[in-house]
């Protein structure tokens, strides 16, 4: 469908305006927050994070699909354009892979200030085994033009956003999307996805923020040009403000974070804690790049000392840490930070943008403890 632009439709509470600067929330985040809900945190847990527990991001409604009459569409600049039925598609190559996806703003509501979107505290993350075929070996089938430069994928959902009328659609390299790690995936956690996470079809871009891995897929393009849609040239954008073009968004930054320790407050989600050892215990990532570090700090990043590592569940996907700690009566701020295999470190402070996109700022627990 034909992409449209649509002025002065829609007026936000938050006016002109898109950032807000205090602890009090817009309806429209609060309506946003409900339907996408995050990962508990208690829940990183889980080598694999149960399908009820991990991270949804929807932009606009969630389909109704149904299976025997969805189709593929692989075409573009290749020889072989094909329609491919959801059999078609399972009776190639399988493949299953634990992938840690996040969502580029994870984090946001730490900054300040904040820019009006999806409030995420830190639960935008999850863990899950997908089972789909690779890509690249469908590519190859399709016969993909060699002035193609980049692929195309469009998802079964439309909407309004920044004043332009869409299909959700995103593009990769050609490059990108021939990495063998690239999937087109039918089932998460060995069930067929639920309507949510994109049934009956959807993309997994391993590395990459979530935004990447295109859900309800109809429609895979090979295209001469860069594709300049609202997904990728407006927004997932590294701006300073709102006239910035900024850099792209692309490959998750390393990030660990801690299981809350002891139990919470309700509304404050304060940890309470009983004085004597405790066993800090969490996950941490970086996308496509390896973690060689955990840190944890008891005195508000004053000093750091080294956690215990566990292998990781996979080669995109989270590694656990743990390290004891000698909880003394008082509060005290609990931080946890990781670095990647390339030396890239979590800041201490916010690596601030316009649109709150890659906050990997150090966790920071509040604990009281008597
Ligand atoms: N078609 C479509 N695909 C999409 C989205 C969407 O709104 N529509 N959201 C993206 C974003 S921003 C993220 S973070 C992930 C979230 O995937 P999940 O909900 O399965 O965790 O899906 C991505 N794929
Ligand atoms: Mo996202």
Same mark, same amino acid.
């Given at each position: 469908m034909i992409n449209e632009r649509v002025e002065g439709l829609f007026h936000a509470v938050g006016g002109g305006d898109r950032m807000a600067s205090t602890d009090m929330f817009h309806r429209e985040e609060v309506q946003l927050a409900s339907r996408n809900r995050g990962?508990?945190?208690?829940?990183?847990?889980?080598?694999i994070t149960p399908a009820g527990m991990h991270y949804l991001l929807i932009h606009f409604d969630i389909p109704y699909l149904d299976a025997d009459t969805w189709n593929l569409e692989v075409g573009g600049?290749?020889?072989?354009?094909?329609?491919?039925?959801?059999?078609?598609?399972k009776s190639r190559q399988s493949v299953t892979m634990p992938v840690t996806m996040e969502c580029a703003g994870n984090g946001?509501?730490?900054?300040?200030?904040?820019?009006?979107?999806?409030?995420?505290?830190?639960?935008?993350?999850?863990?899950?085994?997908? +089972?789909?075929?690779?890509? &690249?070996?469908m590519l190859e089938d399709a016969g993909v033009d060699p002035s193609a430069v980049e692929i195309l994928f469009t998802g079964q959902d439309r909407g309004v956003? &920044?004043?332009?009328?869409?299909?959700?659609? #995103?593009?990769?390299t050609l490059e990108d999307a021939s990495r063998d790690e690239v999937m087109l995936v039918y089932e998460m956690n060995g069930q067929p996805l639920?309507?949510?996470?994109?049934?009956?079809?959807?993309?997994? *871009?391993?590395?990459?923020?979530?935004?990447?891995?295109?859900?309800?897929?109809?429609?895979?393009?090979?295209?001469?040009? @860069?594709?300049? &849609?609202?997904?990728?040239?407006? +927004?997932? #954008?590294?701006?300073?403000?709102?006239?910035?073009?900024?850099?792209p968004v692309d490959l998750i930054r390393v990030r660990a974070l801690m299981i809350p320790p002891g139990i919470p407050d309700f509304l404050t989600r304060t940890?309470?804690?009983?004085?004597?050892p405790v066993a800090l215990e969490g996950r941490a990532w970086a996308g496509r790049l390896?973690?060689?570090?955990?840190? *944890?700090?008891?005195?508000?990043?004053?000093?750091?000392?080294?956690?215990?590592?566990?292998?990781?569940?996979?080669?995109?996907?989270?590694?656990?840490?743990?390290?004891?700690?000698?909880?003394?009566?008082?509060? @005290?701020?609990?931080?946890?930070?990781?670095?990647?295999?390339?030396?890239n470190i979590q800041p201490t402070d916010q690596p601030w943008n316009y649109q709150g996109m890659g906050n990997n700022m150090v966790h920071r627990v509040n604990v009281v403890v008597r």
């Open positions: 990962m508990p945190l208690e829940a990183l847990k889980y080598n600049l290749v020889a072989n354009p094909v329609s491919l039925s959801l059999d078609d598609i946001r509501t730490l900054l300040e200030p904040r820019s009006i979107s999806q409030p995420w505290g830190l639960e935008a993350i999850g863990t899950a085994e997908w +089972t789909g075929t690779p890509l &690249g070996p956003q &920044g004043n332009e009328i869409q299909d959700y659609q #995103r593009s990769l639920q309507p949510q996470h994109g049934f009956p079809m959807r993309l997994i *871009v391993p590395g990459w923020y979530g935004m990447t891995s295109v859900k309800w897929l109809t429609k895979i393009e090979a295209i001469s040009e @860069h594709f300049d &849609g609202f997904q990728m040239d407006q +927004t997932y #954008r590294y701006k300073q403000d709102a006239d910035d073009p900024g850099e940890r309470l804690l009983d004085a004597g390896g973690v060689d570090r955990v840190e *944890v700090s008891a005195n508000n990043g004053e000093s750091w000392d080294d956690a215990s590592l566990e292998e990781p569940v996979g080669k995109y996907a989270w590694r656990a840490w743990s390290r004891d700690w000698d909880a003394t009566p008082g509060n @005290h701020i609990l931080s946890v930070r990781a670095t990647d295999s390339k030396g």
